[in-house]
Nanobody, 117 residues
Framework: VQLQASGGGLVQAGESLTLSCEAP????????MAWYRQAPGNERELVAA???????QYGFPVKGRFTILKDNPKKTVYLQMNSLKQEDTAVYYCNAQGTLWSPGRYWGQGTLVTVSS
């Protein structure tokens, strides 16, 4: 599965940004899709995940600020990020075919989000 992530960029603290990840697979609707992130010196961590039923899981640092959305007809998963903080600065990766708690084997190329003060 080829995952194409986009939407990263430079924003100021408090602003919003939306990431997109296209996964043009015929069985996209049954995939659990997720976003992970990795900041310099840190391990990759779960940001948000959504399964085929619409159930979601969020990492503690982003709960209440980020929302994951899955559009099956467009074969795209989105990550809406509000009230961004400097500590959200990281490379964000799209992931497919995992579970709500662990990643699958398919990764996108990563998109950099930088939050300035």
């Amino acid at each position: 599965v080829q995952l194409q992530a986009s939407g990263g960029g430079l924003v100021q603290a408090g602003e919003s940004l939306t990431l997109s990840c296209e996964a043009p697979a015929s069985d996209f609707s049954v995939y659990t899709m997720a976003w992970y992130r990795q900041a310099p010196g840190n391990e990759r961590e779960l940001v948000a995940a959504i399964d085929r039923h619409g159930s979601t899981q969020y990492g503690f640092p982003v709960k209440g600020r980020f929302t994951i959305l899955k559009d099956n007809p467009k074969k795209t998963v989105y990550l809406q990020m509000n009230s961004l903080k400097q500590e959200d600065t990281a490379v964000y990766y799209c992931n497919a075919q995992g579970t709500l708690w662990s990643p699958g084997r398919y990764w996108g190329q990563g998109t950099l989000v930088t939050v300035s003060s």
